[in-house]
C-alpha cells in the first residue's frame, strides 16, 4: 500500500494531478466488476474524483471510508509500456483502486 496517508491528502495529490493534467493508469477490482483505463484526473470533490477516458467517458470514484496510500516507484517501473513515476491505492472493504501516474 506504500506510506499510508489520510484521504483528504490523497485528494490534494489528485488535485494536483488534475491541474497539471498528468495522464494516469487507473485499475479497479470489486468482487463482480473491474476496470482498468487510462486517463486524466477530471474532477476532485469532497467525496473523491472522476477520470476523464476521452472526450466522451469518465468514471466517478467516492472515497468515504477508503484508505489511501501513496508509493514512489523505482525507475524503470513501467505498466503496458509506460514508465510510471508514483501512485495511490485507495482500499475499502469492498474494493480496491491503483492509480499510477505515467512519465
Not at 26 to 39: D, K, L
Not at 43 to 53: E, K, P, Y
Request: with cysteine; hydrophobic share 50%; net charge negative.
Amino acid at each position: 500500500m506504500g506510506a499510508r496517508i489520510s484521504v483528504d491528502d490523497c485528494k490534494l495529490i489528485l488535485r494536483g494531478w488534475c491541474e497539471s493534467k498528468r495522464r494516469l493508469r487507473v485499475v479497479f477490482t470489486h468482487p463482480v466488476a473491474s476496470f482498468a483505463v487510462f486517463g486524466t484526473v477530471w474532477a476532485t470533490n469532497d467525496v473523491g474524483f472522476s477520470i476523464s477516458i476521452d472526450e466522451l467517458n469518465m468514471v466517478s470514484v467516492s472515497l468515504l471510508e477508503c484508505e489511501c496510500g501513496f508509493m514512489d516507484l523505482p525507475e524503470g517501473e513501467k505498466v503496458l509500456g509506460q514508465g510510471i513515476e508514483s501512485g495511490l491505492v485507495v482500499v475499502r472493504k469492498d474494493f480496491n483502486l491503483v492509480i499510477m501516474l505515467l512519465l
